[in-house]
């Protein structure tokens, strides 16, 4: 009833606020900084968000102002930050589970790549295979099987059921990532779901870890954009394995707000280890 009342009182939630702290005095940091750059067109996220502050000063029902960027580039980063680790975790288990497929990305990556130190987004392109593992593991993780809670604002009907206004509405992610009619084996890793006989990336339209319509997740493009980078990237310096004496994955995942893999040892050898000495193993 008086949220403003925990900010008195002590408690563990007390370094909840202490890291929001730090995250917006971060976040202020970066808005200073685009502020003194010399006038170029805009580059980044803050800097088109400053520009429109700009253009609207004139306007009194504006809502582009510093403290909403500074909200709205939380809500950015802490918004999929939970997701998009756990989606990497389980990538890296299911990296290890299915060697084949772990051994068929790296193939993929030295033939495109070679030597190339970094890996930018558009690389996506030329790496069908890499595009397309990254794509089942969240398509078979579901790391959010259900999506956030919408309400109807209007009376309709959806595929012959009324829908009156201000019904609560639970979309079911899970429901269509898992659909035998969309996919070929549901309940298997498999990235031949996303390419054509030929090789060739194949988006499919039941591809929902997003959510779908005009309340998807706003973040989705920044997720796709990390996921690959981190994905590629990792799959590009280490080979992933299970530590000697492992008695094997655990592929069952723990409910919470998103659906974890279970606490496990993953080994991460350097892939240059046979010419490089002095490299070790290292535990994830």
């Not at 500074?70 to 930050?81: K, S, T």
């Not at 109807?152 to 269509?176: D, R």
């Not at 309340?215 to 493009?221: A, E, K, V, W």
């Amino acid at each position: 009833m008086f949220p403003w009342a925990l900010r008195h009182l002590p408690g563990p939630h007390q370094e909840i606020f202490r890291y929001q702290k730090a995250v917006r005095g971060f976040i202020c940091q970066e808005i200073i900084r685009n502020k003194l750059r010399a006038p170029e067109a805009p580059k980044n996220f803050i800097s088109c968000y400053l520009a429109q502050i700009t253009k609207a000063m004139d306007d009194p029902v504006s809502t582009f102002n510093e403290e909403n960027l500074i909200q709205v580039v939380i809500d950015l980063f802490l918004g999929g930050i939970d997701t998009t680790a756990t989606t990497l975790h389980w990538a890296l288990i299911y990296m290890v589970q299915y060697r084949a497929v772990q051994e068929e990305v790296q193939q993929e990556l030295d033939a495109v790549l070679g030597a190339a130190q970094a890996i930018c987004y558009k690389d996506r392109e030329r790496l069908p295979y890499t595009h397309a593992v990254l794509h089942e593991v969240q398509r078979l993780s579901s790391v959010v099987a259900v999506g956030a809670v919408r309400q109807c604002m209007t009376s309709t009907c959806v595929c012959g059921y009324p829908v009156p206004k201000g019904t609560i509405i639970l979309p079911n992610l899970a429901s269509v990532l898992y659909d035998p009619e969309c996919w070929e084996t549901p309940r298997q890793f498999n990235p031949r779901h996303f390419l054509d006989k030929d090789g060739n990336f194949m988006p499919n339209k039941a591809f929902l870890p997003f959510s779908a319509g005009h309340r998807m997740c706003p973040g989705d493009q920044l997720a796709r954009m990390e996921l690959f980078l981190m994905f590629a990237t990792l799959l590009k310096t280490f080979r992933f394995q299970l530590p000697e004496g492992s008695p094997g994955l655990r592929l069952e995942y723990i409910f919470g707000g998103t659906l974890q893999p279970q606490p496990q040892e993953i080994c991460a050898v350097p892939r240059l280890s046979s010419t490089c000495p002095g490299t070790r193993e290292e535990g994830l």
